[in-house]
Each structure stands twice: as C-alpha cells, then as structure tokens.
C-alpha cells in the first residue's frame, strides 16, 4: 500500500497511543513512513520519562524527527515548527516515504493544519510590564480585548495570555482576527484522529502516571533542575515538571504528587480533544479495547480503500 503524494497526520489527546499506533502505520505503509513528532514536550532533552517519549527501540525501529532538539532551558515556538516540518516533508518525500506528523500539540498541529500568522516581533518592555500583573487580571484583560482568543487559551497558561495582549496592544487587532488570515501549509494532509473510551482513558492516564514516577520521574526532573530547568523555562510548563518542583520542594506529598499529574493531564486531554473537534477534516478511530496493530491496520485499510476509489492527488495543492 502506498501514499506516495500524501503526508498522514495521526493527532490526538495525550495517553491515547498515538506513537505506538504510527510506528505500526509506519512498518504498514510499502515504501515506508518516518515519523514527524508533534508532541510539544518531546522537544525537549532530558524530558524522557515525564513526556512519556518513544523508547530507543522504537526511535530505532521507524525514523524519528523533532524529538530532543532543544536543550531543556532552551525554547522552541509554532513557527520554528511549521519551518522545520516544511523542510522535513519535502526531506522525507526525496526519500520515496511518506511524511508522518504525530502529537498532540495543538498550537504546533495548527501551525501546519490552519496556518498561523508572523505577528509583530516581541516587545521586552510590554512583556516585562505585563509579567508584573497578577495572572487572573491578565485573563480578564484579554478577555475583553479577544474572547475569542481568551475562550481558547487555558487561564492559567501565561506566556500565550500575555502574548494575544501583546499582539493586542501592538497592532490595535485582536490575534484571533490575525490568525485567520493565517494559511496551511501547502501540501496534502490525511488526518487521522485517536480517540477512546471515557472512562478507558481516565484509566490509562492514571495508570501511565504511576508507571512513570515507578521509572524514575522524580529523580528525572530533580536532575533537570540541577542542569538549568527553572520555572522560567518553557519546559517547566510539562505536565509533570511544575508538580514535581512541588513535591521536591515539600509542598506537597507522594500521593498528592501522582494525584495532581493525573488530574492535570487529564484537564489537558479534554482541551486537545475540544481542539480536535472543531477540524471537519479529522477521520476518527475509536482505540478503546484495540492493540496498536489493530488500530494500524484499521487506517492502513481506510488509506487502501481510498486509494482504490481515486487517483492520488498532487502533493501541492492548486
């Protein structure tokens, strides 16, 4: 089965497999596939364990790119994103394999899926007198300014609070307004959404949790902090990390620990699917019960079916 011109996208919300049923998407597919990661915390070094990143026999098994290019103080944003999965589509397609973009990384997938605009460049000065309000006053602010953005934006996520206020102030326009115009990347995206059960997958964070700090999460972060992670840092922000500190730091216990990452990835899960939701062009599977190869194979199918029906398009779209 081939998908010679098209670049898959397998998204999805966090616990829900989406690494182990691409790999299985990747063996299945004639030329071959390599995997794009979008999950927004694998960038990071160091960050194994607490981002739940492939092993190194699965990182060996199928091509992996973007995972552990930024040093774990370092940054990396939406637009560094979108140019790195342009230059490696076109990487991949020289290769005669196919582009395979997985994560769960909402503002990275919509970098390359609806487009997203350059924006004024950051002011210092603005940042650093918004960075002195309390975070609920920020959240009110921008609620007034764009409820659209302010309505798709965690209250408690700073940096992107204080960035639609930025954009806000600078240009005299709400970002929301601004990304609108924003366009895709020009290529041929079939995109695949993983989803389970409710219940199934309250079940599978909680038991992915306690694996993780069984593996050695704690002293992971703790030696993350010894190497330059602070709270300043955008790797902070994990899931995982900014609790950690906490329990490092004696305020919170063991129990309380496990309790608040489960609880906080799953408040995440039910954002990343609120997201998914609203693209039209997501072909959703239902994983609960199912083995990565069976969910592979249920997409390598849908690929085979639909290949059959019609020509496969050019990559550029007209």
Known sequence: MSTRGCALVILGPTAVGKSAVAIAVASAITDGGEIISADSRAFFR???????KPSRAALNEVPHHLIDIVPVDGAYDAMAFRRDVERLILQIFDHRKTPIIVGGGTLYLGAILRGIFSGPASNKRLRAALSTEPLDQLYERLQEADPTAAAAIHPNDRLRIVRALE?????GEPISRLQ?????????????????????????????????????????????REHGLTQDCQAYRTIGVRETFSYLDGKI??????????????????????????????TWVDVTGKSAEEVGREITSELERESAETAVPDVLRD
């Not at 160091?46 to 739940?52: A, F, K, N, R």
């Not at 954009?167 to 240009?171: L, P, Q």
């Not at 620990?257 to 039910?270: D, G, H, K, P, Y």
């Open 46 to 52: 160091g960050l194994d364990i607490v981002t739940d």
């Open 167 to 171: 954009v806000a102030i600078t240009t």
């Open 180 to 224: 609108q115009k924003a366009q895709p990347l020009p290529y041929l995206f079939r995109v695949f959404g993983l989803r389970r059960d409710r219940d199934d997958h309250r079940s599978a964070i909680a038991a992915r949790v306690k694996r993780m700090l069984a593996s050695g999460l704690i002293k992971e972060v703790s030696t993350m």
């Open 253 to 282: 216990t063991r129990a309380e620990l496990e309790q608040q990452i489960v609880n906080n990835t799953w408040s995440l899960a039910r954002r990343q699917m609120a997201w998914f939701r609203r693209d039209e062009n997501v």
